[in-house]
Every structure is written in structure tokens, then in C-alpha cells.
């Protein structure tokens, strides 16, 4: 069977409107959604990636101290709506720390941006700024504990099963167990 793969970005309402009436199949999203009697979705988790903080390379990078410096460096938070930033200051009420952010960004390339020009410290996904991390513009000062991006699939119930999408997502399923044996927590 001829699979066409057409990629499609809007607001995650506008979207989940189009896979209710069928005109998506599948829904990829760092957000998960709950269905109800009204939206019977299917929403998995497919993937997830280490938080970390970044900055700028050298010596404050081998030096930092997590979480004693987190309140004395301007840090680049994504906005408060994100799912990480609730995880962040989580963490950060567990540790007693109150944190001023420099900038909060609710954009991720915008954020990316933000890590490598600014001189400040970022709260990222790893993935995020890899080309950064690799090239040696930014450092990775710590992983978060317990802090983590996630990925989900959403799809609408349907009476017949799509064969190819029930093989992808049962593929990212074994990914996502293995990355789970794999990464310490």
C-alpha cells in the first residue's frame, strides 16, 4: 500500500479539529491530550529526551553546581505554559531555590537562539541544541533530574485500523522502552 506523508503545523486545537473529522491521521505532539465522551483520542507516548542546562563552554561549565548556582545566574526558562518549565520549578520548590529567570521563551528555536547569543543558561531538551553541544558553542553544565521533554502520538478511533501507522507507532513504542532501560534516572 502507498503511504503519502503530509506535514501539517498548527495550534494543537486546529489540528485535533482536523483529526476528529479524519482529515489527519496521526497528531505528533510534546503536549498529551485526555479523551472524553466527545473525543475518543488515542494518545501515546513515543519518545523522550533529557532536560539539561546549557551555557556558554569553559571554566563556569566544570565549575557549576546544581542546585546552589541556579539562583545566582540568569537563566533562559521556557515560558510557564511549557510542561518542562512545571517540571523546572518543581524541581526547583523541591530543592528550596527561588529562581528570577533572565527571559522566559516560549519558543524552543527561539530559545535555542537565545542559549548561544545571550551568554545565559538555558533549560533545554539535549536534542534541541546537539549541533550546539557537538560544534562546542554550548556546554552542557548539568542533566536535570527527573525533568523531561515528552512526545506523543495522537490519533482518532477509528472503525478500521490504518496497517502502516499501527506499524510505526508499535516501532516507536520499542524505541521508547529501550531509551527507558538505557537512561539512568
Request: glycine share 4%; net charge negative.
Amino acid at each position: 500500500a502507498e503511504v503519502r506523508l503530509v506535514i501539517r503545523s498548527a495550534s494543537l486545537e486546529e489540528l485535533l479539529e482536523q483529526l476528529r473529522v479524519h482529515k489527519l491521521d496521526l497528531l505528533l505532539s510534546n503536549r498529551a491530550v485526555a479523551a472524553d465522551s466527545s473525543t475518543p483520542w488515542r494518545c501515546q507516548q513515543i519518545a523522550e529526551q533529557s532536560v539539561c542546562i546549557v551555557g556558554p563552554p569553559g571554566k563556569a561549565a566544570k565549575q557549576f553546581r546544581f542546585p546552589e548556582d541556579l539562583e545566582r545566574l540568569p537563566l533562559l526558562l521556557p515560558g510557564p505554559s511549557s510542561d518542562i518549565r512545571s517540571q523546572f520549578d518543581l524541581l526547583c520548590e523541591e530543592h528550596g531555590i527561588e529562581v528570577d529567570p533572565y527571559a522566559e521563551v516560549d519558543d524552543m528555536a527561539m530559545l535555542r537562539l537565545l542559549a548561544r547569543d545571550s551568554g545565559g543558561l538555558a533549560i533545554v531538551p539535549e536534542v534541541v541544541v546537539q549541533d550546539e553541544l557537538q560544534s562546542g558553542v554550548l556546554q552542557k553544565y548539568c542533566v536535570l533530574p527527573n525533568v523531561a521533554e515528552r512526545f506523543y502520538a495522537i490519533t482518532a478511533k477509528r472503525h478500521f485500523e490504518l496497517v502502516a501507522l499501527k506499524t510505526l507507532l508499535e516501532k516507536s513504542q520499542e524505541s521508547l522502552q529501550s531509551y527507558r532501560r538505557e537512561t539512568p534516572r
